[in-house]
C-alpha cells in the first residue's frame, strides 16, 4: 500500500507499507514515534493500532526539541 505522509513543517513522504499496516506503522516508517507525533486523517487524529485506511495523512509533531 502506498501512502502519501505529510509531516506539518518539515515536507512529504512516500511511503510503502504492508497491507495489514497500522497508523503506528506510519510513523515508524518516517522515523518518529507514537509519543512524538500524531497521525491525522480528515482533521481527526487516529489511533496507532487502527489499520491504515487512507491514502494520504498528515503528521504532527507533538514535542520538538529547544
Known amino acids: ?20 499496516a497500522t497508523y503506528g506503522d506510519v510513523l ?13 486523517v480528515d482533521d481527526s487524529p487516529v489511533p496507532e493500532d487502527r489499520p491504515v485506511d487512507s491514502a494520504s495523512v498528515r503528521v504532527i509533531r507533538l514535542i520538538k526539541g529547544g
Open 1 to 20: 500500500m502506498d501512502v502519501t505522509c505529510e509531516i506539518l513543517g518539515e515536507g512529504t513522504h512516500e511511503i510503502d507499507l504492508p497491507a495489514d
Open 28 to 40: 515508524d516508517a518516517v522515523g518518529l514515534s507514537t509519543h512524538e507525533a500524531s497521525v491525522i
